[in-house]
């Protein structure tokens, strides 16, 4: 048990020791090579994403209103997210300047992007061939209900999101501001 202990303790000093060396590095858009082809399958993962959460939203927003919707975002957002990242053989997820939900916070690679607000697509290549690829999600009019400004919000909605998230910062978006980022790792 001890030497299984012990094992366990080893390994996970190498996987953190592993994750802290990889370094990352800003490029220009790539449009030739393996990062051409790793930007494509980032783009069609990321329209695959936003395709299914936008199904999801739309459904439960017409079938049951934006404050019973909360509840199946907490729940299929970042399930849609991890399925899609299986299906497309890679990591996908969404982060924000103003997180809602705190595991959402972007990887280190992206972190400097988002805290200055990058509002076009950003690349990043690590030494070990991985893409980075952060791309912004704009404030539409669909989006209102649950990020904008107090008097914006759905019915219930600020009492259902003070429940479930009580260090919820995103709030208070106007139509057309940058909400936050699709962030996806190509291997
Ligand atoms: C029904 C309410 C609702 C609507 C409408 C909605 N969202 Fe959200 N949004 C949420 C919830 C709840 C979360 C937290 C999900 C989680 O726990 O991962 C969230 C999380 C996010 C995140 C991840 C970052 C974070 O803050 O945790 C982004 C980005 C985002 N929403 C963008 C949008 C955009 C863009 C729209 C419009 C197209 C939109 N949302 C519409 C409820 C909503």
Request: glycine share 8%.
């Amino acid at each position: 048990m001890r030497a299984l202990l012990s094992m366990g303790v080893a390994t996970a000093l190498l996987v953190a020791g592993c994750a802290s060396r990889v370094a990352w590095s800003s490029l220009a858009e790539p449009s030739s090579g393996r990062a051409a082809e790793q930007l494509a399958r980032a783009r069609a993962a990321k329209d695959a994403l936003a395709k299914a959460l936008m199904a999801e939203l739309s459904k439960e927003l017409t079938e049951r209103g934006a404050a019973s919707a909360i509840d199946v975002c907490a729940t299929r957002a970042p399930q849609i997210a991890s399925e899609v990242g299986r299906e497309h053989g890679l990591r996908i997820g969404r982060t924000s300047w103003k997180l809602r939900n705190a595991s959402n916070r972007a990887p280190s690679w992206a972190e400097a992007a988002v805290a200055e607000r990058a509002s076009a697509a950003r690349y990043f290549a690590s030494d070990s061939g991985e893409l980075g690829v952060l791309l912004p999600i704009a404030m539409q009019s669909a989006c209102l209900g649950c990020h904008g400004a107090p008097a914006a919000l759905g019915d219930g909605v600020a009492d259902a999101l003070a429940l479930r998230y009580p260090d919820d910062r995103a709030t208070g978006f106007a139509l057309g501001e940058v909400r936050g980022w699709f962030w996806i790792e190509v291997p």
